[in-house]
């Protein structure tokens, strides 16, 4: 996924009220940009950090910059939580996702149930449906999801479940948006119930698929698979 303007480089001064944060220009101007992630943001906030913009020009929006990705020890992080469901969506149809490949109609947003999917994919032979989350939490080597709990994600693994029940495709697809991990878990400790449903969904057919992803200026594209450890 390529980003379609020039982003706009600055130094992070601080987050708050969840969808806003406070940057310092190269120029020395401090702007007040939009942050799509409500997570917490645990181990990718830090003051003075450097970051990347995306210049919004919708004079409906209050904010004129988007929040992009930060700078911590050395590697990008993904922090818009818009990009992985752009580039799943891309990457199923271009076949680039190792076990997502083959499929001749890829949508985004489609309901089943009581739950909207990110995306739907078919072929003659199957239908899958694939709900897409964005990681961006580090605890040594592992890639934590969610990061603040998570009703909404049961919700998802559930509908899943029945999903896969129906006798379809069902998908968990995580993006780490990082690349200073190894292994993809649940973040037990912070969500324990998340954790327990995805256990539970694992063992009723619902299959995990974790992608890390390389964070630049320029584009995000995917890197490898991360083995998972539930």
Known sequence: MKFKTQLIHGKLIKRYKRFLADVELDDGTVVVVHCTNSGTMKSCLESGAEVYLT????????TKFTWEMIRINGDWIGI??????????????????????????????VKYGDSRFD????NEHEKCFIEVKNVT???GKYALFPDAVTTRGQKHLKTLMQVKADGMRAVMLYIVQRTDVEVFAPAKEIDPDYAAALKDAVENGVEVIVMQAKIKPEEIRFTNLLPVDI
């Open 55 to 62: 210049p919004v020009n919708d004079p409906k929006r209050k």
């Open 80 to 109: 818009n939580t818009g990009n992985p469901n752009v580039l799943a969506n891309e990457a199923i149809k271009n076949n680039e996702i190792p076990g997502l490949t083959g499929y001749s109609n890829v949508k985004r947003e």
């Open 119 to 122: 995306v739907f994919a078919e």
């Open 137 to 139: 939490l580090k605890e």
